[in-house]
Nanobody, 130 residues
Framework: DVQLQASGGGLVQAGGSLRLSCAAS????????IGWFRQAPGREREGVSC????????YYADSVKGRFTISSDNAKNTVYLQMNSLKPEDTAVYYC???????????????????????WGHGTQVTVSS
């Protein structure tokens, strides 16, 4: 079974950093794209970032570009989201998702809904205080 386990969330002051991890199992990691979206109360889902495990291409929402970095460790079947210079508006539950379609990364950033990904895991809460 495909499983995604997100971790690394927490409470941090504005300007601080967190690193989220998404540990994947049950599928051939190299064949999939893995990304993150976030959901805050009263706000629309927002696609945050995505990486193609096959060629390492990375994608970012404009709101996080220059502050967040996505990377993957294919040997550990884990994707990381390094979040620096955090802002209160980054507060949300962060979910990692995966799909075999190469188009998932581009789709996720504009339409982060289950139509564009096959699997997702439980989220991890990120809270940034001002």
């Amino acid at each position: 079974d495909v499983q995604l386990q997100a971790s690394g969330g927490g409470l941090v002051q504005a300007g601080g950093s967190l690193r989220l991890s998404c540990a994947a199992s049950g599928f051939t990691f190299d064949d999939y794209a893995i990304g993150w979206f976030r959901q805050a109360p009263g706000r629309e889902r927002e696609g945050v970032s995505c990486i193609s495990s096959s060629d390492g291409s990375t994608y970012y929402a404009d709101s996080v570009k220059g502050r967040f970095t996505i990377s993957s460790d294919n040997a550990k079947n884990t994707v990381y989201l390094q979040m620096n210079s955090l802002k209160p508006e980054d507060t949300a539950v962060y979910y990692c998702v995966t799909d075999k379609r190469p188009s998932m990364c581009l789709s996720l950033l504009v339409y982060p809904h289950p139509d564009v990904y096959d699997y997702w895991g439980h989220g991890t809460q990120v809270t940034v205080s001002s």
